[in-house]
């Protein structure tokens, strides 16, 4: 059992999830459009149109890495004038459980600040990966490479 920090901050979400009759949904949260998820189209009734679980993960991890960059940046100063990135992931049988996960993650997040910024920027990368919780809340080894250019 895992044990946590007493009298600490806690934050809530919740998602709501309707089965369609088939192997898709739609995902739903207060006051945010609908979601539409599925299989990958790799697997059995995958439909190309659908979010799969998988993307959204991915997708989590790059928006929570780029959001806890990007307040990193406010809280320092840091004029980000741009932000991209992109992400992959391989998903394999684990050795120890030989259950199917998420084992390597790669994210290329691609940064542009003002003109005599990218050191500052550079030293914001490491408090950017760290903060992520959805990083924080994956086994899979993630690699990050940053490209951090002025303007």
């Known amino acids: 059992?895992?044990?946590y920090v007493p009298n600490q901050k806690?934050?809530?979400y919740e998602v709501g999830v309707a089965w369609d009759?088939?192997?898709a949904s739609s995902l739903s949260t207060a006051g945010r459009p609908t979601i539409l998820s599925g299989p990958p189209a790799d697997f059995p009734m995958g439909e190309d149109g659908r979010w799969s679980p998988e993307h959204l993960f991915l997708g989590s991890l790059a928006s929570c890495?780029?959001?806890s960059f990007l307040a990193h940046a406010e809280h320092k100063g840091v004029d980000v004038l741009e932000y991209g990135s992109e992400i992959g992931g391989t998903v394999m049988r684990r050795l120890e459980d030989h259950r199917y996960a998420f084992v390597h993650i790669h994210q290329r997040?691609?940064?542009v600040v003002a003109a005599g910024?990218?050191?500052?920027?550079r030293e914001l990368i490491g408090k950017a990966e760290?903060?992520?919780f959805i990083s924080a809340s994956t086994t899979a080894e993630v690699q990050n490479d940053?490209?951090?250019g002025e303007r």
Do not use: Y
């Not at 910024?117 to 920027?121: F, I, M």
């Open 1 to 3: 059992m895992l044990e």
């Open 10 to 12: 806690s934050f809530q």
């Open 21 to 23: 009759g088939r192997r």
């Open 65 to 67: 890495t780029m959001i």
């Open 109 to 111: 997040p691609r940064v």
């Open 117 to 121: 910024q990218a050191e500052q920027a």
């Open 130 to 132: 760290r903060d992520c």
């Open 146 to 148: 940053w490209e951090i």
